[in-house]
């Protein structure tokens, strides 16, 4: 499958325990994107075994509608990892689209998780391929090799920012709740790890995940943060509370306004480029000049909102003579 193919919509990526079939049963009907059910950090160690069969169950139930499924594993640190991807991906990979594998550090771990995959698929005759992976950076070394990771198999779909671990692990002050310790800047590097996180995902035609904002109740703190994410061009962002959905979900669509205006640059530019339009690279549509960069950027808005299922409200028409 190309890469394109594989950009699903993760505007809003809704973290659910594993171990909790009170949560899962209710993420089935909220308006996230994507669900992940977790078997790491939100699920405690004696929990994780059963979790593991409540996971394949909830997937083999469905109810899921649009909803990419995503299952985070394990980290290979960890000796839960393989038994949670074959239990899982056994039990139910033919209703699973990603598995997600915190806390990557190399290109390997990410080539272990495919080639077992591979083995699973055959094993199961599932289609070889069609389960991608989503890597999450939450240490240096991980941010280090980030462009080996993103490159490391086909199946690699996103890359997430994990800012609570990754806080933790390079021993800098919290960020996680997006806020500036006070007396100490530390919003440059802060984004050097975003657009760090951004360019290997771009360079490899990957999506760009936003980790968790955790102080759940403060829904302006999270579009502060998720607003950030979003200027930068990241497609999306964790969930942790159902009222951080609506929030994130406009967060990362577009205005209704530069939705339409994208599509009429679309529209204009093709007209504009074509015989009855001129042949021309460069013209304006209103007081605006557009050319060929004009198109790339517009059609990057317009592909998120018609992945938002956004409609037209204003339509640009050739002009008449
Ligand atoms: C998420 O896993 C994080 O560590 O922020
Ligand atoms: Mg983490």
């Not at 949670?84 to 390997?108: F, H, R, S, Y």
Request: charged residues 25%; glycine residues 8%.
């Amino acid at each position: 499958m190309a890469v394109a193919e594989r950009q699903r919509p993760r505007r809003s990526c809704l973290a659910v325990p594993g171990s909790s079939q009170k949560m899962i049963d209710k993420a089935r009907g909220l308006p996230a994107d994507q669900v992940f059910l977790d078997l790491e950090d939100a699920c405690a160690p004696l929990a994780k075994p059963d979790a593991r069969k409540t996971i394949v169950a909830a997937l083999n139930e469905g109810g899921w509608g649009d909803k990419t499924r995503v299952v985070r594993v394990n980290d290979l640190t960890t000796e839960w990892t393989y038994r949670d991807v074959v239990e899982v991906v056994e039990g139910a990979g033919a209703n699973l689209d990603c598995i997600m594998l915190p806390k990557v550090q190399t290109a390997e771990q990410v080539a272990w998780l495919d080639l077992t995959l591979t083995q699973i698929e055959k094993t199961m005759g599932y289609e070889v391929g069609r389960i991608g992976i989503e890597a999450q950076i939450e240490n240096a070394r991980g941010l280090v090799n980030v462009d080996a990771i993103a490159e490391a198999s086909p199946r690699v779909e996103t890359i997430i920012f994990g800012p609570a671990d990754f806080m933790a692990s390079i021993n800098m002050k919290s960020l996680v709740v997006g806020e500036q310790p006070p007396g100490y800047d530390v919003g440059d590097a802060y984004h050097y790890i975003l657009m760090r996180i951004l360019m290997a995902a771009r360079a490899n035609d990957l999506q760009a995940i936003d980790g968790p904002y955790l102080q759940i109740r403060d829904v302006d703190g999270f579009r502060r943060v998720a607003g950030r994410a979003a200027a930068l061009g990241f497609d999306g962002k964790w969930v942790l509370h159902p009222g951080q959905l609506d929030a994130c979900n406009e967060t990362f669509s577009p205005k209704q306004e530069d939705y339409d205006h994208a599509e009429n640059i679309l529209d204009a530019y093709e007209y504009f480029t074509s015989e009855a339009g001129g042949k021309r690279g460069a013209a304006m549509l209103g007081d605006e000049m557009i050319d060929e960069a004009s198109r790339k950027m517009a059609l990057v808005i317009a592909n998120k909102g018609r992945a938002a299922g956004m409609r037209r409200t204003d339509r640009w028409t050739p002009p008449e003579d």
